[in-house]
């Protein structure tokens, strides 16, 4: 009956989203399509070229077949891992943080129904990106290597199959971090990450030293191929998806369904135990996180973060003492409410580690041994590549910022503080932090690649301006296009407004690094003139300054401009 009552409700709220989506979001609903189809298209034809260059390989290197074998493993692999890291944070925050849960736990609802119904949802969220990434890989191998219906027919099954195995599993493993140590979860959880981070980071810095003394050779590419043989264990899910969607390839359909079963079946099998686990813990583990603190449950490893926490808001407060105390009070607000998610901490923490390993060893790579033009040129696209997720970034946490107060309004409307001294704090805040992340970030890449301190310069401007715009961009249109209704910051970003937003600092992200490359290759024809004595010097450092002003402008109307937009709104909004 249970399970009827919560099929129902799904319908409903999944009839009443796309009847608001089709009534007040078709703009959103046509970019998300477009931009859909578009990185399905460039996922298609980046996987189809490295098929086809597979096969290529194949008539002088016999070895393609078992490199597409390694290659499917590692890569279903990888993403076991990542969606149950993912599915386990999203049902950490959906079964213990939010009110909803705590309605229905009051209710007579089962705790296994509760967690049925909230798995689905982190199912959903999670599962299609893997669809949008899983599928372009699929088809365009299926067309490479000519295979038949039975294929296509088959992919998509395996793929679903999938996706509830690994979402079980960190479900699992989400209900007994919780109950086993509910006051130190996101420290044992924190342990767990970074370990495996220091295991990748290790085996990446061993093929980075082992490739500079023998030389990227064939006996360096069959060792690379060996170390990457556990992937195929039989024990793993990826073994049975590659073998599987292989075999459906090349038409052997009784071992693609045997190894389809094999998917499905520990699928379901990890699905049946975690909501066995669900009914037995949940409302226990529920109580014991809800339940603890207090100053005379403080322990010994609390005490030392809350040292180290205290410890790192006096100097960002140092750092900041060029605003007035009321300002630095809202930055450390902000802070202090980032820094106790630990979904969007670990999203920061993840992809800002795995630029900072890349930078450190890129003098250790190939390309950090080449020439200063095409050092230059690798310098110019790590700036894009930190400018463009600083604007994914901004959007997804900045955004939402001014969003979020809305429950707050009434209390800091009493306080003796204008609300643009709030909107500036909040920009403040996010300039702060993506000022010093991406400026370190992009200095350490230009140290480590070596280039001349005038292009290094040049660089740094153009990420200070990328940060100071997108931070920009993000409080102003946050603020113009608030929604004082929600308190997801998920679904804020994800909004029509947050999706005007990603697009506003996206287009500004890509100009202000074209504009980067400008001064840079001025600065080259300048060095290249000045060795052969030509006549053109002077006009070339004439246009050198023009770029440089043309890029500090951008910047300017970047920050001014939505800041002025927020304000304006900001004062005449009524709460």
């Not at 992937?231 to 049975?240: E, F, K, Y």
């Not at 075999?247 to 359909?253: K, L, P, V």
């Not at 490893?301 to 410890?311: C, H, K, P, T, Y």
């Not at 040129?377 to 901004?394: C, E, H, R, W």
């Amino acid at each position: 009956m249970q399970a009827r009552m919560f099929a129902l409700l799904h319908r409903r709220l999944f009839h009443n989203s796309l009847g608001v989506i089709f009534r007040k979001s078709r703009l959103r609903l046509g970019l998300i399509l477009v931009l859909s189809c578009m990185i399905w298209g460039g996922l298609y034809g980046l996987f189809r070229e490295g098929f086809v260059f597979l096969r290529n390989l194949e008539t002088t290197v016999p070895i393609s077949y078992y490199i597409i074998e390694l290659l499917f493993g590692m890569f279903f692999l990888v993403l076991t891992g990542m969606l149950m890291f993912s599915v386990g944070v999203f049902l950490h925050e959906s079964l213990f943080r939010s009110a909803e849960t705590r309605f229905l736990l009051s209710t007579p609802a089962a705790a296994d129904q509760i967690y049925r119904y909230k798995f689905r949802e982190a199912v959903f969220f999670s599962g299609w990106a893997f669809l949008l990434l899983g599928t372009p890989l699929l088809v365009a191998y299926g067309i490479e290597m000519g295979a038949q219906w039975p294929y296509y027919l088959l992919f998509l099954p395996f793929l679903v199959g999938f996706l509830i195995l690994p979402a079980s599993i960190g479900a699992l493993g989400c209900f007994l971090l919780v109950d086993l140590f509910p006051r130190h979860r996101r420290l044992v959880l924190a342990i767990l990450v970074l370990g495996v981070l220091a295991l990748v980071v290790i085996w990446g810095v061993y093929l980075f030293y082992d490739a500079r003394s023998e030389g990227v050779s064939e006996a360096w590419l069959r060792k690379l191929l060996n170390q990457l043989r556990p992937s195929q264990w039989w024990g793993l899910p990826s073994r049975w998806m590659t073998a599987g969607l292989m075999s459906a390839a090349h038409n052997r359909s009784d071992e693609a369904l045997f190894n389809l079963a094999l998917v499905w079946s520990n699928g379901l099998l990890f699905y049946l135990a975690s909501a066995w686990t669900a009914r037995r813990i949940y409302r226990r583990a529920y109580n014991g996180v809800n339940s603890t603190g207090g100053a005379a449950s403080v322990s010994a490893i609390d005490g030392v973060f809350r040292g180290l926490a205290s410890a790192f808001d006096w100097l960002v407060s140092r750092s900041l003492a060029w605003t007035d105390r009321r300002t630095r009070l809202f930055v450390l607000k902000d802070l202090r409410t980032f820094r106790r998610d630990p979904a969007q901490l670990a999203q920061v923490l993840i992809l800002g580690g795995i630029l900072f390993v890349y930078f450190i060893n890129i003098r250790w790579l190939p390309h950090g041994q080449y020439a200063v033009y095409e050092r230059t040129l690798i310098g110019l696209l790590n700036v894009a590549v930190i400018g463009l997720m600083l604007a994914t970034y901004t959007s997804r946490f900045v955004f939402p910022l001014m969003s979020l107060e809305g429950r707050n309004f009434w209390i800091l409307g009493l306080l003796p503080i204008s609300r643009e001294r709030l909107l500036l704090s909040k920009f403040a805040y996010a300039a702060s932090v993506t000022v010093t992340t991406s400026v370190g970030l992009a200095l350490l890449s230009e140290v480590m690649l070596r280039l001349p301190w005038p292009v290094i310069a040049i660089h740094l401007l153009a990420m200070l301006v990328l940060s100071l715009g997108l931070s920009a961009i993000s409080v102003g249109l946050g603020t113009y296009l608030v929604n004082l209704k929600e308190t997801n910051p998920s679904k804020i970003a994800t909004g029509f407004g947050g999706t005007i937003n990603l697009l506003v600092s996206l287009i500004y992200a890509i100009l202000a690094i074209l504009l980067a490359g400008v001064p840079t290759l001025i600065y080259f024809a300048d060095q290249e003139l000045r060795s052969q004595e030509l006549v053109f010097v002077d006009r070339m450092r004439s246009w050198l300054y023009v770029s440089l002003a043309m890029q500090l402008a951008l910047g300017a109307a970047a920050v001014v401009l939505p800041l002025r937009l927020g304000m304006r709104a900001f004062r005449r909004m009524e709460f």
